[in-house]
């Protein structure tokens, strides 16, 4: 593992650094668990309680950092503190390499697939006829890959991933474990038979699975193929584990989606968009540029570019916090309708024994 000074670490970020420059990092660890050899970061205010006590050499912080100053570390003042927690984190760890060479003889590679002279395949893996594998990528035990799937520049594909025949990944596409790519979307045409059964008669999904550049794909997400022509991830997206992409849907670039989030199919998305955990899309609505789904949210309808959206189903993030507020106030709120209620109810019965007190035949005042 590599080790600098605190000083030499501020020049590789970017950044300006202040206190004792001499003291050497050799790693990274948290604000309040760091260890007189490690940098730390404050990237969030909740966290500056930390700051007088860390142990770290040296705190990452942003450039107008204010708040409490550390007893004995120094500061490294970043335009983007994550950003530089980020750089430092693959300074001094880097990213995960194969610890494997070539193809491996358990492999079973088909002889019309074609793969690059320095591609990686590891044991058990199979890849089927017409599949062309780019330079640079590395496939891990267990990985199948079907039949004329095209694999681009410098991928990853952890254990145990499946992609179907005709999936295409682009350039420094990473896969985790147990995903899988191209299988068959949910269609079925339901209809009554001659013996008068009602049947969900399967559709064949002739379509694809195209995977853009520096897309990463969790652990166990699934992905299906479309009916027709491609279900499409946008450049540089990102998802956690446990996502569901149904068949034809359409995501921009750049977009986030966190664990358990669902769409449906034939949903269009735009770029910059963010799903939170456990929301869901129902098919065929289009979700706007830079649209933000809050976690759990059930999305029924078209989002506009830009609209935060919570609840189920889903609505405006300032209406659903306000329902929210009301809803937390449910109990009070039921007992002063009962009250407004009972109170109600006795003017009436009085209004009525006004009324029954009348002399027969009293003429009502104009």
Known sequence: MPEMTVSELASVLGGRAEGDEKRLVRGVGALETARGDEVSFLANARYEKHMAETGAAAVIVSEDYAGPKPRTAALIRCKDAYFAFRQAMVNFYGFRQADFEGVDERANVHPAAK???????????????????????????????????RIGLNCRIYPNVTLYDGTILHDRVTIHAGSSVGQDGFGYATHKCDAGVVRHDKIPQAGWVEIEDDVEIGACCAIDRATIGPTVIGAGTKFSNLVAIGHGTKLGKHCLLVAQAGLAGSVIVGDYCAFAGQCGVVGHVRIGEGARIGAQAGVTNDVPPGQEMLSSPAIPLAEARRAM???????????????????????????KGIEGAKPKGAKKKP
């Open 325 to 351: 507020m009301s809803f937390s106030r449910l109990p009070q709120i039921r007992q002063a309708v009962l009250k407004i209620t009972k109170e109600l109810s006795a003017v009436k019965d009085k209004l």
């Open 115 to 149: 793969l690059a002279d320095d591609v990686r395949v590891g044991a058990f893996v199979t890849i089927c006829a017409g599949a062309a594998i780019g330079a640079g990528s590395v496939l891990y035990p267990g990985v199948y890959v079907g039949a004329n799937c």
